[in-house]
């Protein structure tokens, strides 16, 4: 005879009791990080030290980049709509899709089928920008409109080699880097999404979990810019590119 009830294998909810995984949350509370919880909620299991470390690493590296990115825009506009915090922060949320915070998702995903391969990181590498080429496609998580080394992509590889934790997805990914310039000719440097991409990877995460990263990252910057706007700005103001070129049909009128 099936159950009708809802199942869930996150929390379990009882009077005077919470456990998260298993694990009693005023446990949690005094002996965890908020990083070493978001891997235990996401993965079920407690991060090694080095997972601890790249976890903490991976949520700050993208807690934010400045007033332009289409999630921070859409947040301020939204605040200076006059709404509430949580409107504002839910609308810069909703702003991240496939190329606004999608890179981390993509990356994996491509990243996770091809470290399967019977090959070595080179000859995988090497094997992948031909069908990339092939198939008119760019590889996510590579190059940077800014930075032309990301500073969060070394700081984070730094940390993973003091652990010696580089498994099949990092070495597949420093691989694609230098076949990419040897291939393309351009200078191609992983990003911050590309190297967070590998890392989750070789911590055994879904790819699909990749916009889930750079949400739970992003959300405290956009909680700043929104408070910011709330308090420094004046209401219903002009936000993001301001001049415009009207190219439509001319002044008519209808008979």
Request: hydrophobic share 40%; with cysteine; glycine share 10%.
């Amino acid at each position: 005879m099936s159950s009708e009830n809802w199942k869930t294998a996150i929390t379990k909810i009882e009077p005077g009791k919470i456990h998260v995984r298993g694990y009693n949350i005023t446990d949690v509370m005094e002996k965890l990080s908020y990083a070493e919880t978001v891997f235990l909620i996401l993965k079920g299991e407690l991060p090694s030290k080095a997972e601890a470390e790249l976890m903490n690493a991976i949520l700050v590296a993208s807690i934010d980049h400045g007033a332009t990115p289409p999630s921070v825009l859409g947040t301020r506009t939204v605040m200076s709509g006059g709404n509430s915090l949580n409107a504002a922060v839910a609308g810069g949320v909703l702003v991240i899709g496939d190329t606004h915070g999608g890179a981390i998702e993509q990356s994996a995903k491509i990243m996770q089928e091809w470290a399967e391969k019977d090959t070595d990181a080179s000859t995988t590498a090497s094997q992948l920008v031909d069908w990339l080429k092939e198939n008119k496609r760019r590889m996510p998580g590579f190059g940077h409109r800014l930075h032309k080394i990301d500073p969060r992509t070394a700081k984070l590889f730094e940390i993973a080699d003091k652990h010696g934790y580089s498994g099949k997805h990092i070495e597949l990914c420093k691989a694609l880097e230098k076949t990419l310039a040897e291939k393309t000719g351009r200078q191609l440097p992983i990003n911050v999404d590309g190297a967070i991409a590998a890392v989750i990877s070789d911590m055994g995460f879904d790819w699909r979990l990749g916009k889930g990263f750079f949400i739970i990252s992003r959300v405290p910057g956009l909680i700043a810019h929104a408070y910011e706007e709330k308090t420094r700005e004046k209401p219903m103001r002009k936000l993001g590119p301001l001049p415009f070129e009207y190219d439509g049909p001319d002044e008519r009128e209808i008979e």
